[in-house]
Structure formats: structure tokens, C-alpha cells
Nanobody
Framework: QVHLVESGGGLVQAGGSLRLSCAASGRAFSTITMGWFRQAPGAERESVAN????????YYADFVKGRFTISRDNAKNTVYLQMNSLKPEDTAVYFCAAQARGSSDFYYWGQGTQVTVSS
């Protein structure tokens, strides 16, 4: 079992930055892939970034490449999403998620944190 709680969302103007944090419970945190997803009003939930258990492999959606950075600190059971050069279209609820061990599916989800980017 992994329990995830996001924080760090808020209101920022276009071009600004935010850092999201996801605090995880459970001893299995360091053994599983983590990801960030987002869902804007009227849109499907979409993948933003993933990071492997060691932090050595990352994935970014095309729409955030060069602007967002995912990282993790396994000693603190925390994954981060540094968001720079924010655009109004980045406005969404951002969710932290974790894969189950031995699976490529994201099974554990946080409650989400709102990010709003003004124009």
C-alpha cells in the first residue's frame, strides 16, 4: 500500500514557476516508478512526467519538455515536479501516481493539487 499526498499548487502568472511535491507513505516507495498527471476542465487526464525508482530514467510529455523537471528523493519518500515557464494551458489539477510493483499500470493516486496560470 502506498498513500500519496500532493502539495505546492497555487496561482501563478504566465512565465512563472511552481514546484509540486508528493509525499508518499510505505516502505515500497523507492522500488516503484512514480508519475505526474494532470486534468484540465473538460479534458481527459493526461500523463505529464514519469521517473524510475532510482531516478535514472525520466519521461516527459511533449508539451512540457524543456520546461518541467521531475525528480525524487527516496530518502524523504518524496517526488517533485519543478514547473518553469508556465503557460495558461498548464492550468489543471495535478495528480501524483505510483505504479504497483511488478506492473506498468499506475495504481496508487493522490488527491490532486490545483495549478492555475493566469494570462
Amino acid at each position: 500500500q502506498v498513500h500519496l499526498v500532493e502539495s505546492g499548487g497555487g496561482l501563478v502568472q504566465a512565465g512563472g514557476s511552481l514546484r509540486l511535491s508528493c509525499a508518499a507513505s510505505g516502505r515500497a516507495f523507492s522500488t516503484i516508478t512514480m508519475g505526474w498527471f494532470r486534468q484540465a476542465p473538460g479534458a481527459e487526464r493526461e500523463s505529464v512526467a514519469n521517473i524510475s525508482r532510482s531516478g535514472g530514467t525520466t519521461y516527459y510529455a511533449d508539451f512540457v519538455k524543456g520546461r518541467f523537471t521531475i525528480s525524487r528523493d527516496n530518502a524523504k519518500n518524496t517526488v517533485y515536479l519543478q514547473m518553469n515557464s508556465l503557460k495558461p494551458e498548464d492550468t489543471a489539477v495535478y495528480f501524483c501516481a505510483a505504479q504497483a510493483r511488478g506492473s506498468s499500470d499506475f495504481y496508487y493516486w493522490g488527491q490532486g493539487t490545483q495549478v492555475t496560470v493566469s494570462s
